[in-house]
Nanobody, 122 residues
């Protein structure tokens, strides 16, 4: 079992930056893949970014490539999502996710946090 708690969401203006954090507990953090997803009102949840167990490999959705950066600190059991050059279309609830079966980047997850709201005003 893994428990995930996101933080760092808020209201920002277009062009601003924001960093989300996700604290994990319950399993040895450095042994599984982590990811971020988001869900905008009226839309399905979509993949944003993934990172492998060590942080040496990442994967991004085309919509955020070049603007968002996923990273992890295994000593702090935390994964981050640095979001730069935010746009109004980035407005969504952002979810942290864990896949305890794989160590590589993946777009499939089985553990989820409760989500944190990010609102970007234009």
């Amino acid at each position: 079992q893994v428990q995930l708690v996101e933080s760092g969401g808020g209201l920002v203006q277009a062009g601003d930056s924001l960093r989300l954090s996700c604290a994990a507990s319950g399993r040895t953090f450095g042994r599984y893949a982590m990811g971020w997803f988001r869900q905008a009102p009226g839309k399905e949840r979509e993949f944003v970014a993934s990172i492998n167990w060590s942080g040496s490999s990442t994967d991004y959705a085309d919509s955020v490539k070049g603007r968002f950066t996923i990273s992890r600190d295994n000593a702090k059991n935390t994964v981050y999502l640095q979001m730069n050059s935010l746009k109004s279309e980035d407005t969504a609830v952002y979810y942290c996710a864990a896949n305890i079966v794989v160590v590589t980047t993946t777009r499939r997850y089985d553990y989820w946090g409760q989500g944190t709201q990010v609102t970007v005003s234009s």
